[in-house]
């Protein structure tokens, strides 16, 4: 094993705070370290002496040019290949179950295939733990996955979302109650709760599957564990793949939806009978319009209307073909044409290889990049931001970072510029949006848009991109000053835990940039890209 390399008489290089220049040499090339852990939302439980392994198996990603610099930079430094490859290790979160070593072997993926939950562990909701270090023993940190709900076996009865899946949030504790549809949030009376009917959702039923919302399938023949298959795309292709499983979005359409590129979607859970569109979250590829159906042994059920829960076995017909399902045949989809049953008309007769088991799927994603070389420590937590607020304007433009694993040795960059930067909470931070004069030297005001990106930056110099932009509006003019608003922000910004930027504490007046927007609609295969009409034969 190669030493670990250290300063003089055996000391660790103290951590340096990132430079102006590190972060435009930062921004040319973006040589991010990304870990994506995918997983589904919900795992079954093993009793007894049985092992349910999760299914589809955790599967962790490695992606980003930074990985491959990183190797080649520790082999610079002396390291042998396998002492600078990255070693994985995943458990589910506690001591009883030690992690298991996931097989990289030079690859960018990983799949976990032996995970299970006994009945011993009484948790109903967990998170994967994903360890990763170095061959040289360099720690790198501990990653976590999405929550996953811990369910007993898929659910036979027909559910309803009229009942008892449908919760009241802590009417015991207040005299209103909190309601969800449609993704708004409304606070009502609860005196008036009785003129409405509970066609309002509000509560998500955990078992049930949303429009809009990412799924997997698999096909496993004769209950055969070794047999299992997953949707795919790889190569422009949907095939059945052994070892890798595909994020789908599951869209809702109007049963008079025509077949196009484009397509409206519906918001609401999925229902057996309705027409569905399934799309490829990472490549956009999409399959015809389907029409899901419920699954009873060997027959698809015509005339089920209940919604669709997770794990249950269902069959996709193509819509408008003479009886024609999507089916597998080893590792190629195909088109498999059921057999009407005469004995009762509500039921076609379907082969194994169309019946496909359907769950709920989530990902965790955490970026970084050692912005001022190797650090002594992890580089966990890797903080996420989810969505931004601007408040205020003109020297009192202020904005609000919403989102998880913040901590107080933060600070926001806005492109090459850091921000005077107040730390909240572990899910708040609040900055100061710099001048405009940061950025285009003479400018006393915006004359023309200018979008950068946001960043969170950590004492040490670590990195930890966002998918998010700020963009400076255009405005008619100079804007007064308030000496006021900037002793009060000095006044904060002295407070905080690490020292102010050099840049102007003055804010102007911005909005999102179009990056914001980008990424929520890129996230959402709203649109299906590349039919998959082809493909299927």
Known sequence: MAPVVTGKFGERPQPQRLTREAMRNYLKDKDDQTVLILHAKVAQKSYGNEKRFFCPPPCVYLMGTGWQKKLEKMEKEGCTEQEAQPCAFIGIGNSEQEMQQLNLEGKHFCTAKTLYISDSDKRKHFMLSVKMLYGNSANIGVFLSKR????????????????????????????????????????????????????FLFYSPPVCIASGTKVALFNRLRSQTVSTRYLHVEGGN????????????????????????EFAVRDGYIHYGQTVKLVCSVTGMALPRLIIRKVDKQAALLDADDPVSQLHKCAFYLKDTDRMYLCLSQERIIQFQATPCSKETN?????????????????AEYTFYEGMGPVPTPVTPVPVVESLQLNGGGDVAMLELTGQNF????????????????????????????????????WRWVRQPVQVPVTLVRSDGIIYATALTFTYTPEPGPRPHCSAAGAILRSHSTSSSSPASSSSPSSLMGGLGDGHGAYSSSDSGMSSGTSAMSVLS
């Open 148 to 199: 996953i709900k811990v369910i007993s076996k898929p659910s036979k009865k027909k559910q309803s979302l009229k009942n008892a899946d449908c919760e009241l949030l802590d009417t015991h504790k207040s005299k209103s109650a909190v309601w969800f549809h449609n993704s708004l949030m409304f606070k009502l009376d609860l005196k008036m709760i009785f003129f409405f009917r509970f066609r």
């Open 407 to 442: 901590t107080p040795n933060l600070r926001v960059w806005f492109g090459d510029v850091e921000a005077d930067t107040m730390y909240r909470c572990g899910e708040s931070i609040l900055c100061v949006v710099p001048d405009i004069s940061a950025f285009r030297e003479g």
């Open 238 to 261: 949907f095939h059945a793949s052994s070892q890798q499983w595909g994020a789908f979005y599951i869209h809702l359409l109007d049963d008079d939806e025509s077949e196009g590129e």
């Open 347 to 363: 039921k076609e007769m379907i082969n194994d290889g169309a019946s496909w088991t359907i769950i709920s799927t989530d990902k």
